[in-house]
């Protein structure tokens, strides 16, 4: 059986994105939210994610996007096994 070829650069970013936003959104609603930036890269092997969140109530904003973004290395992680 042959391996899967790996992903390229555009699939990375897309699983982290989504992986990162699903952590967002299943903590508030889409109302609760003023701004959500979710940047990532991949280059030359290199992977980076950032979440700004600025969002009323509750959890804490800062602990969700800190979620967010391991959740995101967690989806590439496996994505890359």
């Given at each position: 059986m042959t391996p899967p070829d790996d992903p390229d650069?555009?699939?990375?970013?897309?699983?982290?994105?989504n992986a990162a936003e699903?952590?967002?959104?299943s903590r508030y609603d889409r109302s609760e939210i003023d701004d959500l930036d979710v940047t990532v890269t991949f280059e030359e092997g290199i992977f980076e994610v950032d979440v700004y969140l600025h969002a009323e109530g509750r959890p804490d904003p800062d602990r969700v996007a800190d979620d967010a973004a391991l959740a995101a290395r967690g989806a590439v992680d496996d994505l890359l096994e």
């Open positions: 650069d555009a699939e990375v970013v897309r699983t982290a994105a699903d952590v967002v959104f």
